[in-house]
């Protein structure tokens, strides 16, 4: 079973940021307001995820790392219209596969926290340990058992950048959880919970001020589509398509089709040649988007590409072209 988890891991694991982006997630659809994330060299040598959500049973500790055990998921139904940022459980143990591993939790109800180790695949015994009401999971020494994935991390600062990148564009989707992250020892980034989805003072905290200033905020909805969130004017716009946010019902992804109608919007309105900045939310009834399509879920399949493009392109453009009106 180790092998098939490691071989799963190649999949799911690519780098320090895929295991934090695995583990945050985890948080999240537990509930959590607040995640801190404690890294040193890279994430390489040490990723430390401390959630407050709401726990996880120490009977259930050996389950959550074990193959196909997801408790987001009860029928081939719900994987339709799946909420949850995880679902197919197969991350934890992924990562407990090529690192060594702990998980420690404990519920509100629970009167004791306990912990599970798991080393490079071989699981420990469940342990007694006091630990506060969430969970906090420790991935040390990333591949350490498998020199042949090891040998592809790049450099302290470039997986670093990786992990502040994602973290970036969760922030941005999630400005209700606060984010504290700290790298070999020191504060790096802080970014505050203010409780108010969507005020747009993240964008600020995330993009920068000029960003925030030069926004402009779209909010529309037709035909079962909504998009909402900021394009920057053009004043803000960019050289290379560095600050482009995408989410599909709060999911971070990529789609070269609605990429193509933001930007086509933009030249179209504007002028040509530079790139348009922008956080935009897409939201849709989970059923008319497969978000089963890559196991990363950077992807997702819209059951009709043609309509959502040409949304997103008519209420950009119209929201662009009213500016210069
Ligand atoms: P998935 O997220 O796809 O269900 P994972 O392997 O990421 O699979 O996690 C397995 C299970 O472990 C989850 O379904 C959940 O029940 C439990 N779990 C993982 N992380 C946490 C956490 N931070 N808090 C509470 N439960 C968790
Ligand atoms: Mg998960």
Redesign the pocket.
Known sequence: DTLINQIAAGEVVERPASVVK??V???L??G?HRVDIDLEEGGVRLIR?R?D????AAG?LP???SRH?????ASLDDLEAVA???????????IASVSRFT?S?RRDDDAHGASLQVDGGNLGEVAPKPHPR??T?EVRDLFYNVPARRKFLRAERTELGHIEEWLRSLALARPDVELRVSHNGKPSRRYKGDGQLFSGERLGETLGEEFAKHALRIEHEAAGLRLHGWIAQPVYSRASADQQYLYVNGRSIRDRSVAHAVKQAYADVLFHGRQPAYVLFLELDPTRVDVNVHPAKHEVRFRDARLVHDFVYRTLHDALAETRA
């Open positions: 695995e583990l997630e985890n948080a659809d537990a959590a995820i959630d959500g709401g726990g996880i259930e389950l959550a790392v055990a997801t408790s987001k998921i949850t940022l995880g679902f197919r459980g197969e991350a934890l143990p992924s998980m939790s969430g969970t999971v």
